[in-house]
């Protein structure tokens, strides 16, 4: 079965500092790979997907086949940054996603 | 965007009594829907996975006669917790994927179900 880990239960940082979710998939194919959020008192919302490659609120996530990682970045976080974030992949034919445990990131001002 | 609705958004049941929660895709058809449990701080747990006109597929340890699901059309998906006791008290999330769409799934708001 497909595994996706996310080691830090909880990260806890500063206003302005860089800050980096690790993401680890176990599907050695080729899955997709998804950043979902969840802000306090609201909905789980995709954040980003590896397909799109694209940045949103200046987060960042590059696939890393060799080391099976889809680590979530941003260099300078802020405080609204402040959330549950949850790496989620679905491998090869089916669609039905796997999630981290996620990972509680506190941004201190 | 699309738009996934839960209802009722929090429900108090007795022990022993049925609750219904409903998950609808607002504005998109949504063949799978998926149905999920999450606890105080911890992560989703997938329950089942419901497809349109089909039986749902449930996950390892969850018990089919408990929670039952229909999935009568592409815009709604139920989920009925059957003799309610105070350990099924939980928030429980329904998802779904857009038809048309990529595989990115739609979240909706959640039901706080209380069993007293």
């Known amino acids: 079965a497909q595994r996706v880990t996310q080691p830090e239960k909880l990260l806890s940082v500063f206003k302005g500092a860089p800050v980096e979710l690790k993401c680890n998939y176990s599907y050695s194919g080729s899955p997709e790979l998804f950043w979902y959020v969840q802000y306090s008192r609201q909905r789980l919302q995709l954040l980003l997907r590896h397909i799109s490659r694209e940045s949103i609120k200046g987060f960042t996530a590059d696939l890393n086949k060799g080391e099976t990682s889809f680590h979530l970045k941003k260099p300078f976080a802020q405080e609204e940054d402040s959330a549950m974030y949850y790496c989620?992949?679905?491998?090869?034919?089916?669609?039905?996603?796997?999630f981290g445990r996620g990972t509680s990131l506190i941004v201190h001002p | 965007g699309a738009v996934v609705s839960q209802h009722p958004s929090w429900v108090i049941c007795k022990s022993g009594t049925s609750v219904k929660i409903e998950c609808r895709s607002l504005d998109f058809q949504a063949t799978t829907m998926f149905w999920y449990r999450q606890f105080p701080k911890q992560s989703l747990m997938l329950m089942a996975t419901s497809n349109e006109g089909s039986k749902a597929t449930y996950e390892q340890g969850v018990e089919k006669d408990k929670f039952l699901i229909n999935h009568a059309s592409l815009t709604l998906s139920t989920l009925t917790v059957t003799s309610a006791h105070p350990e099924d008290s939980s928030f429980y999330i329904c998802s779904a994927r857009d038809r048309g769409g990529p595989l990115e799934q739609y979240f909706g708001p959640g039901t706080r179900l209380t069993v007293t």
């Open positions: 989620a992949s679905t491998s090869g034919g089916s669609y039905i996603p796997t």
